[in-house]
């Protein structure tokens, strides 16, 4: 369809990996980790709507960025999703059979409920929001000071994140506020308990933006696998146990 989300491609053989980013970065955050992949599978990676190469798209609803990703990798045999992609991917995965689903820095619910004590406050999330609202290229500055908090090298992992702040093209406001609704709204733990792929979730064990109980419940719910990345913050693929991560990606579990 000539209506598909542009996308960004590495390799050309191997599984068919599709590769979705989270809230505030654009797929240029992942470029590592989708260069790592592509040497071993045959990767699509699509901006989601407002983002990137894709920051002239709208979508109407969280199902309906999810129709727009199926549309945008309709054969994907692996599908990696860091943070709010992970959501995004979980509900992928719960509507088009995948051999594999991988889950970087993610959680099935964002937001913290009586019952689900891994997520971020009502208070912090809405006081973040607001910051969004009102200078959202200060509250992106802030968000990669907490997503690399904790990090053995937390200046690398703020720097990969800091130095696309002001690189065009920048996301669409309304993209920035409708993915703050996905994280306050959404909750995927039903749906991870029906998973029938494999599922893989890959987390630091210093992060600061998704507690990494949050992983080990969904591995544990899925019938899947939690990869502890040591040192490592929100963004786990900046450290040098790449090759062993892409080998877990591309691994037949």
Request: charged share 25%; glycine share 8%; net charge negative.
């Amino acid at each position: 369809m000539s209506d598909r989300l542009n996308c960004l491609r590495a390799g050309l053989t191997g599984p068919r990996v599709a590769m979705l980013h989270g809230w505030g970065w654009d797929g240029r955050l992942l470029a590592p980790l989708m260069q790592a992949l592509g040497e071993r599978c045959e990767v699509v990676q699509p901006d989601l709507p407002g983002y990137g190469c894709n920051v002239d798209r709208r979508c109407e609803s969280f199902d309906d960025c999810v129709d727009q990703l199926m549309d945008a990798v309709p054969d994907a045999e692996v599908v990696v999703g860091w943070s709010l992609g992970g959501l995004l991917a979980m509900a992928l995965a719960a509507r088009r059979p995948v051999r594999k689903l991988v889950l970087i820095s993610a959680s099935p619910r964002f937001m913290q409920a009586a019952d689900w004590l891994h997520g971020m406050t009502p208070e912090r999330f809405c006081a973040f929001a607001d910051a969004v609202d009102e200078q959202p290229m200060r509250a992106r500055t802030r968000f990669a000071a907490l997503a690399a908090l904790g990090d053995i090298d937390a200046r690398g992992a703020r720097s990969a994140m800091s130095t696309l702040v002001e690189q065009a093209p920048l996301p669409a406001p309304a993209a920035l506020s409708r993915g703050l609704d996905w994280l306050r709204d959404q909750d995927m733990r039903a749906v991870a308990r029906e998973l029938t792929c494999d599922v893989l979730c890959i987390h630091g064990d210093q992060d600061r933006v998704v507690d990494i109980a949050a992983s080990r419940w969904m591995a544990l719910a899925a019938r899947g696998r939690c990869m502890q990345v040591s040192g490592a913050a929100h963004l786990p693929w900046l450290h040098g146990g790449l090759r062993a991560l892409c080998d877990r990606v591309c691994a037949d579990e």
